[in-house]
């Protein structure tokens, strides 16, 4: 057996824009919520800021549990641009999602937020994103987000 490992890619966090109600739709209710540009990527493989005009496409199931499925870029500190689209899923307990709903800043490990990044990156220096699975924890903040990124090695 061969037991992945994980090692760190980069922290971001950045500014939301409040949620937009699409509503209820035949398969939950869905929302959409604009993503800031200017926020920051900090870590050891990269570095740079998140592109605006992005957003994060959210469904909540009839179980509770919100899919996410944002689409945005970065702007490394070298100026390469480099495209993400991250899904996964947030749920907990259903008085701590109320918290979150209602813009309450909630400790992170009240709740479940993991996604799967996938970059796509051009040749040269970030190419080696193109080549690797990731995987993600994060923290949804009032106005605000915080991802933590690893590589599985």
Not at 139 to 153: G, Q
């Amino acid at each position: 057996m061969i037991q992945p490992g994980l090692e760190f890619v980069y922290e971001a966090h950045g500014d939301l824009e409040p949620p937009r109600q699409i509503g209820e739709t035949y398969d939950g209710s869905r929302r959409i919520i604009p993503i800031i540009g200017g926020g920051r990527v900090e870590g050891p493989k990269i570095s740079g800021r998140l592109v605006g005009n992005s957003a994060d496409w959210q469904q909540t199931r009839s179980d509770g549990v919100t899919v996410a499925d944002a689409l945005y870029a970065i702007e490394t500190d070298d100026g390469v641009l480099i495209q993400i689209r991250n899904r996964g899923l947030r749920h907990g307990p259903p008085e701590v999602m109320q918290r979150l709903v209602a813009g309450e800043d909630v400790d992170p490990s009240e709740y479940y937020f993991r996604t799967v990044p996938e970059f796509i990156a051009p040749v040269g220096d970030y190419e080696w994103l193109n080549r690797s699975i990731f995987v993600c924890s994060g923290a949804r903040y009032a106005n605000s987000i915080r991802l933590w990124v690893w590589r599985v090695t």
